[in-house]
């Protein structure tokens, strides 16, 4: 299975962006699909889950009312739509298949050790 993730790019405090993370090779309805992101000197953290219908959503607390996942099974696509972007966002982003947790860790990758090249994101004015 393969995960891609794009839509990343340089943007300016308060901007927006959206990801964009297309499956293949994968059942993409049987799994949740979540977003982490790592920046430099921090390892990496759970950002957003979406359930396999998209219907069960999770956020990290500093991402809440800015970022909202969801998810087209028919396209294997999951998405972030990224507002109100601050430099504290700046990190690389990856998507992976995911168990969704209520928690403070948001989500835990079914396939540790498995990631994708990723997409970057950097908030500066």
């Known amino acids: 299975e393969q995960l891609q993730e794009s839509g990343g790019g340089l943007v300016q405090p308060g901007g927006s962006l959206r990801l964009i993370c297309t499956a293949s090779g994968l059942d993409f309805d049987h799994y949740a699909v979540a977003w982490f992101r790592q920046a430099p000197g921090k390892e990496r953290e759970g950002v957003s889950c979406?359930?396999?219908?998209?219907?069960?959503?999770y956020y990290a607390d500093s991402v809440t009312g800015r970022f909202t996942i969801s998810r087209d099974n028919a396209k294997t696509t999951i998405y972030l739509q990224m507002n109100n972007l601050k430099p504290e966002d700046t990190a690389m982003y990856y998507c992976?298949?995911?168990?969704?947790?209520?928690?403070?860790?948001?989500?835990?990758?079914?396939?540790?050790?498995?990631w994708g090249q990723g997409t970057q994101v950097t908030v500066a004015s």
């Open positions: 979406s359930g396999r219908s998209g219907r069960s959503t």
């Open positions: 992976a298949a995911a168990s969704c947790s209520g928690g403070s860790t948001v989500a835990e990758p079914l396939f540790p050790g498995y």
